[in-house]
């Protein structure tokens, strides 16, 4: 028991002291903390609102009723289910849901920033119980829509996805909606890493597009760990009991009993983002990815993309000669957090790419804006320099004590 909370408080100071720059990870609001860890995590409550297998779930049905509304009226859809345990649990429900095992599928690979539930080969249950087929990038780094269209047409897959989780640049998802309609395929769009910024209103939106949408609740948005489930008009339309099969794939197909904790968390993390105030928290993401990016590129990083749209930024580091894992530690000695990461078409293997990932969430999150960023491309140019990186570590702390976090 101390030794837990002796290490709870040095990862605390860790959090504190470090720029936090895993474009996946943020920190949740105090008060969804606090939600998590209250005496909601002792219900069980199987089932949906008002259709329990246990007693005792007046208040659980509310706070979960409060959850469902508020993410049909920011997603723009006519049906959410806020059960998932997490977004990898999500997808795999989706996939219950409107799949057959042994049904094709096609997403986006891995190394062209695609997520391991996308149909990554063998070693996920995307890849074993289902004929994955994956796209990939252009060589600029773009998606490639035509072999997207081209894989479609050969394979006619029943379901294609649209997500990222290392792709610098906006989905549009319309073309998507385009290539799915055109083969008759189900279009799922996850938007785990940029649902902050599409519900901001500075990311296309999938819901006229796709059929289904999954999202995480613990990245841009805030919130607890956990994940959303929405089936769009355009999902009900194809399958008026499309949303009951969502439903019936997260309970009692994939899941048991939900975790109310999580879903209070998630209703009020679904409150803050209807703010003006969080409106402008997402600009800073994206303003401060941009000016990030730009004085990267001044100091020679070479950017997949030569740039960014959103909230992240992958750094192809070939002309730097350091791998991704290597530049990745000396960071962190230098109180700088990213993680190394494969490039499109990576020559290197996954345990030791040619890549970094780094993300503006969380330092927007402390109130960190472009002059902070001028100051950190400069920091991370230094590191790849081999500067002195305990120096480094005292500038960072500084400017995290300027900019404190709960
Ligand atoms: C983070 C993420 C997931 C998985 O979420 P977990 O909560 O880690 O299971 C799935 N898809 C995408 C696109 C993600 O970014």
Redesign the pocket.
Known sequence: MDEIKRLISLETKRQKETLMMIP?ENYAYPEVRATVGSVLMHKYSEGYPHKRYYQGNKYIDEIEEIAIESAKKLFKTPHANVQPY????A?AAVYMALLDPGDIILGMSLNAGG?L?HGHPKITFSGKYFNSIQYGVDKNGYIDFSEVERLAKKHKPKLIIA???AYPRQIDFEKFSEISESVGAYLMA?I??ISGLVVAGIHPDPSKFAHVITT?T??ILRGP?G?IIMVTNKGLEKDLEMGKKIDRAVFPGLQGGPHDNTTAGIAIALRFAQSENYKTYAKEVVNNAKMLSEELTKYGFDLVTNGTDNHLILIDLRRKNISGREFAERLEEAGVVVNYNAIPNDPNPPFNPSGIRLGTPALAARGMGEGEMKKIAKWISEVSERKDREKIAMEVKKLCEEFPID
């Open positions: 996946s997490s977004g990898s649990p997808n997520h539930t997500g990222l989780t996850d785990s890493h995480t613990h990245k760990r994940a």
